[in-house]
């Protein structure tokens, strides 16, 4: 299967640039599992994305100033599940503008679809919120600060199970 | 992302995370790829296309059910065009990866992050 490298790709892009230091990808061997304690349509799932977006008022006002990439300060939010897709508007910088877009909210923050996956009865419940983190070029941060709280408040919404989504 | 996830499951969470970016996430030690040969931007399915992004969520629940070990990986079979040329032109001087002005701010971040590291160590 061909499909695109990049971290060669990312490391080669930025050496031709000038920069003899690019960005350490994160490199671990050992990995952490959680196996699904419960039968699907028992588990409570949420939804967990590193996607830039701000939240919309009902006159399409934004409610939030934008965040693109993560600084030192604590960033995880939060917002209702059941929040439309249409009152969100992203303002990802890093995406493959050539390619495609960030219009449909769906194609990275699946909410709708969560939401009729739900009604299908394909899992118990969905978590009373969604999470959000912005990405970080700190590994430090992310682990230590930020995975937490994502952590702290999954925990304090019963959630089972989290479906991720990096933009 | 795939740091969150590692931490949510050593916390107890059940985690797949949705890729564009198979070798980033498979560096870190994800516990549950779902990878999807996609632009970046798009981990969950093609834009307004909702039949299809059902199949990539779908996929993704079925691998929570059958994962007996950490760090699977799913390639979804879906291709972005017939035309494979947009993966040799992502980040090339025809196709540069950010605005100007985008890039700016992403090296500042940067800078910042390593003096942090930096300032950790010590």
Known sequence: MDYIRYIDKTHEYYRKQGY???????????????????????????????????????????????????????????????????????????????????????????????????????????????????????????????????????????????????? | MSLVARVLEAGGVSTVTFTTARDIAASAGNPRQIFLNYPLGSPAGRPHDPENQRQVLRAGLKLLQEADKPGIIVDLPFTWSEDTTWMGKFMTDEQPFLSDEAEQTRQELLDKARAQKKQDAQ
């Open chain 1, 20 to 167: 003899d230091k690019t960005y350490n990808y994160a490199c671990n061997e050992d990995i952490p599992f959680t196996p699904l304690k419960k039968p699907l349509s028992e588990a409570r799932v949420a939804l967990v994305t590193t996607a830039s977006f701000i939240l919309l008022d009902e006159e399409g006002h934004p409610l939030e100033e934008p965040g693109f990439v993560g600084t030192n300060e604590l960033e995880v939010s939060t917002a209702p599940s059941d929040w439309p897709a249409g009152r969100i508007m992203s303002t990802s910088g890093d995406h493959d503008r050539y390619q495609t877009d960030m219009e449909d909210i769906d194609a990275f923050f699946p909410i709708t679809r969560m939401r009729e996956l739900l009604a299908e009865g394909a899992f118990g419940s969905l978590s009373k919120n969604y999470y959000r983190t912005l990405p970080n070029y700190s590994q430090r941060k992310t682990t230590e600060v930020d995975g937490p709280e994502v952590l702290r408040r999954c925990i304090e919404d019963n959630v089972d199970v989290a479906l991720l989504t990096p933009v």
